[in-house]
């Protein structure tokens, strides 16, 4: 894992903008390219005045939808039962659709927002919506306003993590510790907003029987 997060860091540093879509596009499937890898640098040369913020925002929404969009279209197509035989080939367990197909049958585009904001869920929730077949504009335009907000956070811990501790930027398992450790506080809320929306959609949904 540490040679990858090497590699994936340095096409972040070399690759600029096309290396930022392509990279979150891959952090969009099952592949092992976590968004902290890919942002926070970005916003280390942004602060270096060598990429623009709002263009390395832009890039990693671009991107993180180009990914959601081809594991939508991909899943619809195949199905769940193939997904279901050769889904561990791209370290995706029946578990874990399971837990992801659960999640968009309970909350619906909502869910599918909240998945894009948060880390872990955000690289699976695509393939569920598209096996349930959602309807692919509502999909669209919930994952590119959900991954523009985790961008956005991703890009401002990044440019945080440059004015604080610079070196960083030479290591880049210790700034994914550092984004990790500092996004605590940003995720605890998205949590809450998300929870608040679950209790609402519970609440709202009319209960079976007399």
Do not use: D
């Amino acid at each position: 894992m540490h040679h990858l997060l090497e590699i994936w860091f340095s096409w972040v540093l070399t690759g600029g903008y096309v290396g930022i879509i392509v990279l979150m596009a891959m952090g969009s499937t099952p592949l092992p390219v976590p968004a902290e890898v890919v942002l926070p640098p970005a916003a280390f040369l942004a602060a270096q005045g060598k990429l623009n913020p709002a263009g390395v925002i832009l890039a990693g929404t671009v991107g993180a939808y180009l990914g959601a969009a081809f594991m939508y279209w991909i899943s619809r197509w195949i199905g769940r039962p193939l997904i279901l035989r050769f889904g561990r080939f791209i370290l995706l367990t029946p578990n874990k659709l399971q837990h992801a197909e659960h999640w968009l049958n309970r909350y619906e585009a909502g869910g599918v927002f909240f998945a894009r904001v948060l880390p872990v869920v955000r690289h699976l929730i695509s393939i569920p919506a598209g096996i349930v077949r959602m309807n692919f504009p509502l999909f669209s335009l919930v994952t590119i306003f959900g991954s523009a907000i985790s961008c956005s956070i991703l890009a401002y811990l990044g440019h945080r993590a440059y004015l604080v501790e610079p070196e960083l930027l030479t290591n880049p398992e210790a700034l994914v510790h550092f984004i990790r450790g500092q996004s605590g506080g940003i995720l605890l809320v998205v949590t809450v907003f998300a929870g608040l929306y679950m209790l609402t959609v519970r609440l709202m949904k009319p209960r079976s029987g007399p």
